[in-house]
C-alpha cells in the first residue's frame, strides 16, 4: 500500500524541501530510499530514517503508484533514433489503447523552451495537432533565472518550421491558455514553472483540458532546494485530494503522468 507523508514540519535536507503540512506519496521504491538529488544522480536516502526522526506524520493511501522505468530509445526508420520522456515512451508503447478516433493526437505541451521534447513528439507519435503554450517573458522571480528566452523562442520556432501544420503556438500564460483547452485534449504534459504557487493552479486546469482517456503529466517529479520545485508534492496532494490512481511514475526520468478514466 502507498503512504501518505505530511511534512510536520519545514525541512531542507540537501537538496531537498518540504513545506510544513505539504504531503507526498511514497511506494515501496522511495521507501527504499531510490531518490534524484540535483546533482548527484540517483543516491540512497533511508526514508525510514526521515519517519523515524518524527518529520512526518504517516498513513495509507488507496492510491496505486505504478513505476515505468523501462527503455525510453524509441527507433523510427531511417537514421532518426531519439529517447523519448517516459510518459511519450508509454503512449507509444500502448497507441492501440489510445489511439483516438480522430487522424491523430491532439495535445499540449507546457514550457516549450527550445523545443527538444516537442520535436520528439512530433517525430514519435501521431499528431494531428501539438499546442505550444510558453510566454517566453521575462521573469525576475523564475527559478532557474533568466536565461535568453529570445533565442530559446526563436530557436524553437525555427527547429519546430518543418511541422508547421502540426503545431499551434500559444504565446500567454498556461492557465489562460489551458483553460481555453478544456475537454479538448488527448495528452497534456507539464513543463513550466516549477514552484509551489505555480504548480497548484496549473494542475487542474491541465487535468481538465485532458478528456477522458486522455493522459495527462508532466516532468520533473521532484522536491529540491536548489531551484525550489515542488511538483512531487503538488502533484501527490492533487492525485490524494481528487482519489485518482493510478500515478505513473519513472524515477530515472522523473516523469509522472495519469490516464484518465
Known amino acids: 500500500m502507498t503512504k501518505v507523508v505530511r511534512a510536520i514540519r519545514k525541512i531542507e535536507w540537501k537538496n531537498f524541501l518540504i513545506q510544513p503540512g505539504s504531503r507526498m506519496l511514497l511506494d515501496d521504491v522511495h521507501l527504499n530510499g531510490e531518490v534524484f538529488l540535483p546533482g548527484h544522480g540517483m543516491t540512497h536516502i533511508s526514508f525510514t530514517d526521515w519517519l523515524s526522526y518524527g518529520w512526518f506524520a504517516v498513513s495509507e493511501a488507496p492510491i496505486e503508484m505504478k513505476i515505468y522505468n523501462e527503455s525510453i530509445a524509441f527507433h523510427r526508420s531511417g537514421n532518426f533514433s531519439t529517447k523519448l520522456e517516459p510518459m511519450f515512451h508509454h503512449i507509444h508503447e500502448h497507441i492501440e489503447n489510445l489511439t483516438p478516433s480522430r487522424s491523430g493526437f491532439i495535445g499540449a505541451e507546457v514550457g516549450v523552451w527550445r523545443g527538444d521534447n516537442a520535436e520528439k513528439i512530433l517525430r514519435a507519435l501521431p499528431i494531428q495537432k501539438l499546442f505550444l503554450i510558453d510566454t517566453y517573458d521575462e521573469n525576475p522571480n523564475y527559478q532557474y533565472g533568466n536565461p535568453d528566452l529570445k533565442e530559446a523562442k526563436e530557436f524553437a520556432k525555427k527547429r519546430l518550421e518543418p511541422y508547421a501544420d502540426k503545431v499551434e503556438w500559444m504565446y500567454e500564460d498556461s492557465i489562460t491558455a489551458l483553460s481555453k483547452l478544456r475537454g479538448m485534449l488527448d495528452f497534456c504534459y507539464h513543463d ?4 509551489r504557487p505555480c ?21 520533473d517529479y521532484k522536491n529540491t532546494l536548489e531551484g525550489e520545485c515542488e511538483v512531487k508534492s503538488c502533484v501527490d496532494e492533487f492525485f490524494i485530494d481528487n482519489n485518482l490512481s493510478p500515478l505513473w511514475y519513472s524515477s530515472t526520468m522523473l516523469n509522472w503522468w495519469h490516464i484518465k478514466r
Open 199 to 219: 504548480v497548484q493552479k496549473e494542475l487542474p486546469i491541465g487535468y481538465q483540458a485532458v478528456m477522458q482517456g486522455g493522459v495527462w503529466g508532466g516532468h
Open 192 to 195: 513550466s514553472d516549477h514552484r
